[in-house]
């Protein structure tokens, strides 16, 4: 019987390149993307990679109570399309949006985001793009970037495929938590425009694309000056410093929504105590032109969309009525525009989001 060392003669030895996992790419990734993350430093975090965890010092950034809060999230199916499109550079913005945004609407301010991602062939250059995407999202929600995990994986993920997954955590000092458990019927509802499609329903997009037989390197037919590809790949809008800025002024905002997976039916509800729901005013929704062409070349029915979309509105703001108007001044003193959309009504049984009106699509 053949021993194991004779099975060695006149065969090379296996390496983990040739089971497809490059080693030298992912060390020369890192070196790419050392300067970027340097670039998110900020108070209790220096934003330096390449130990084995991530440090915040929360006294450095000036807390005494706080309660630390955490999200994560991905960017769904939005990633095939900046696959099957080549372009890179916004979808690290949309990863740490989806993360940041579900811990501004609790009032907590982002401290420090670690990403994950993982792919069948590492490319070096694109992970670098990838990571200077999540890079500027970090700096735009003042968070520091302190770590994460690139992980190739051939087999698990067919050729350049990724995958991208983000974790935040944030804080706020005790008794400053939000939503407030004063919310009543009554009180207003403001909406804060989205950039659009943001990073839900992408697989729907993606039907009524290929249903549609379009390019996604031709104009864009809601936007013909872009590609259909850049049209559709809009990072999503990170309204953490808006709403600060606004609650530090001292805004009596009450609560906040994220205007994710869900629209305005799953997730409006999930702010509000039981008893109460929202009537929505349709018509003062301002629809951007890629909600309208969906909704027609689909076809998708209303009811459709605001469960799928946010349709133009990416927060729901709630206010006291006697306080909406120096709520909306602190928001727009902070660059928003916020309209008026709907206020918060008692809902004892059924549907908590009541529409009147019609959507403009």
Known sequence: ????????IGRRPLTYADAGVDIDAGNAMVEKIKPLVRGTRRPGADAEIGGFGGLFDLKAAGFSDPILVAANDGVGS??????????????GIDLVAMCVNDLIVQGAEPLFFLDYYATGHLDADVGAEIVAGIAQGCREAGAALIGGE?????????????????????????????????????DIVLGLSSSGL????????????ADAGLALDGPAPFASQISLAEALLTPTRIYVRQILQALRAGAPIKALAHITGGGFPDNLPRILPNGLGIRLDLPAIPVPPVFRWLAAEGPVAEAEMLRTFNCGI??????????????????????????RIGEVVTAATGLRVITTGRLAL
């Open 78 to 91: 939005k990633v095939k399309l900046a696959v099957e499109s080549n372009i890179h550079h916004s979808i």
């Open 1 to 8: 019987m053949a021993s194991k060392k004779d099975n060695w």
């Open 198 to 209: 943001h990073s839900n329903g992408f697989s729907l997009v993606r039907r009524i694309v």
């Open 314 to 339: 990416g927060m729901a703001v709630i206010a006291a009525a006697d306080s909406a108007d120096a709520v909306a001044a602190a928001l727009r003193a902070a660059g928003e525009e916020p309209v």
């Open 150 to 186: 690139t992980a190739e994986m051939p087999g698990l993920y067919a050729g350049r495929d990724y995958d991208l997954a983000g974790f935040a955590v944030g804080a706020a000092e005790r008794g400053r938590l939000l939503p407030r458990p004063d919310v009543a019927a009554g």
